[in-house]
């Protein structure tokens, strides 16, 4: 009895160590963000911070703000008292708090209500930074940590004392908080692994895994079937040291003789479901995964894990086989082919699937060993924040090069809210409520949008203009546009490339304005002098005199008989008398020439007959003729 006592201590001890804590013999790999001093010079520079397990660190983003150190409550374990709330236009406040005296995230989480904008906590010894992680279950911590939305960063001590030297002295201390490179995104898909688990009653940090994955698991399947992501869930287990094989505990929490344990749901070994349940659970969970992955669909898993949790719950006492098969059939799997991989849980032989499971926990290049659950690895890096959708998506987005992520990033799930403030710099047409700012999860764009299939075109900063077909539709395609007594004109045609152009009967740049053209004054029309012209608004209008009517085509007058146009005519008669007088005239200077011609010949010849005192004349001209 005292034997089992001590064995059952010891066992929970070793459940505790390799579940919980941090300590664990293993190599546990610090996530670290960049911190840039911008001023003042005397600290300037690169140091590294350690990014804390809880909040939302941004990832793929980067943050500027300005230090400042509180003259009370250093350390932050109660409540300020005073607003650290940034000054519109100000840069937002980080405050910097000393470690020690009560939780990481207690600190964090005062700051944050009296409005920091980030915590650097500086730590009390010179160490190696380690991660500020979430106190455990149970603590009255549970109530707000998951509330806490701010990012914080452990800074080394060496480095917290410059900080408060600098701020001491009265400096401006402004620093840049770099997450651009915390995940790396070495090709075009990322992969990413949850360390989870079956069990739904250990509480805080059980509930808070089953609400992820449920609300994680829409944005999980849209990633995994385009093929931007590769999914692969991982259980942890531990294995019975060899000597206590046999033990009652050892059998109520391990199959496979001791091999694949699971701590005791309620820590508890004489009521409720046993460790081995829970084992055989994610057991089955995994090899949902595989029968799933190998039919190339492996996101059913996230429908089996959210169904088997709303229809099998341990509270309900439905958290057994029966319950799960029924989900399984239910989502169409094959029950044989997973009954299959899941193999015997009583043999005294490796489970294969198991095996490799453990395996997995040791860690592998950048990243450390799985010892914390849940724990969320992104192309091989370990996450640290607070295991939310919209964090989380940050994390997975950021693994993805710039201008390569998949458009659920630059979706409003994993929005920065930058827009709201001055509506992020971008253009706005406030009257139709078109804007070109985009919340994405790396900040903010200024993109021209697409409203009602038509696309807005410029820089997106100072102007978007919808162009191409049914730009018009749109806010008249920006241009000129207005409407007097039920007649509307627009500068906008449709299909055009983008110009606007003012209608007939009106002048202008034809986007702010066009001007109506008076046609009578500036005599373009109507002008005839039967005319009597009026300006209108776009056009003018035109009335004869007389019985007249007036033509706009010709803009002329006519009779009303129609039969002969005036005008026309008169220009026909004008050119046919023209004509035939130019005939005529010609006609008579030439008789009048041949006639002196002729005159002059009769005077020659009579001359020859009598002096005539005109001879020399009558000479000349003569040579005159013949030259
Ligand atoms: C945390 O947030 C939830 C919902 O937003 C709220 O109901 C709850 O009171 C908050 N907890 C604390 C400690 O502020
Ligand atoms: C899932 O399938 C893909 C290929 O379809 C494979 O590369 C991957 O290793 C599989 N994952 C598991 C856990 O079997
Ligand atoms: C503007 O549009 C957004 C979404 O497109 C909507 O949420 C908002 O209520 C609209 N505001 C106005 C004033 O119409």
Known sequence: MGCSRGLKAALLLGVALLIFTESVVGRFVVEKNSLKVMSPDSVKGNHDSAIGNFGIPQYGGSMAGAVVYPKDNQKGCDDFGISFKAKAGAMPNFVLLDRGECFFALKVWNAQNAGAAAVLVADYIDEALI??????????????ISNITIPSALIDKSFGEKLKEAINKGDMVNVNLDWREAVPHPDDRVEYELWTNSNDECGFKCDMLMEFVKDFKGAAQILEKSGYTQFTPHYITWYCPQAFTISKQCKSQCINHGRYC??????????????????????????????????KKPWIWWDYVTDFQIRCPMKEKKYNNECAEGVIKSLGLDLKKIKKCMGDPEADSDNQVLKEEQDAQVGKGSRGDVTI????????RQYRG?????????ALC?????????????????????????????????SNNITACKDTFRGRVCECPVVNGVQFKGDGYSSCVASGPGRCKITNGGCWHDTKNGITFSACVDNDDGKCTCPPGFKGDGVKSCEDIDECSEKKACQCPECSCKNT??????????????IRD??????????????????????FLGLAMATCGAYLVYRYRLRSYMDSEIRAIMAQYMPLDSQNEVVSHANEERA
């Open 131 to 144: 991660t500020m992680d979430s106190p455990e279950e149970k603590s009255r911590a549970e109530k707000y």
């Open 262 to 295: 699971t701590p005791d749901p309620e820590q508890d070994f004489s009521t409720g479901y046993e460790g081995k349940d829970v084992v055989i659970e994610n057991l089955r969970q995994l090899c949902v995964f595989r029968v799933a992955n190998e039919t």
């Open 373 to 380: 659950l849940p724990t969320l690895v992104v192309n091989n």
């Open 386 to 394: 607070k295991l939310e959708k919209g964090a989380v998506l940050k």
């Open 398 to 430: 950021a693994g993805f090069e710039e201008t390569t992520e998949p458009s659920v990033c630059l979706s409003g799930d994993v929005e920065t809210n930058e827009c709201l403030d001055n509506n992020g710099g971008c253009w706005e047409d406030k």
């Open 537 to 550: 608004w776009g056009s003018y209008e035109c009335t004869c005199s007389r019985d007249l009517l007036y």
């Open 554 to 575: 010709h803009d002329t007058c006519i009779s009303k008989r129609a039969t002969e146009v005036r005008s026309a005519w008169t220009a026909v008669w004008v050119i």
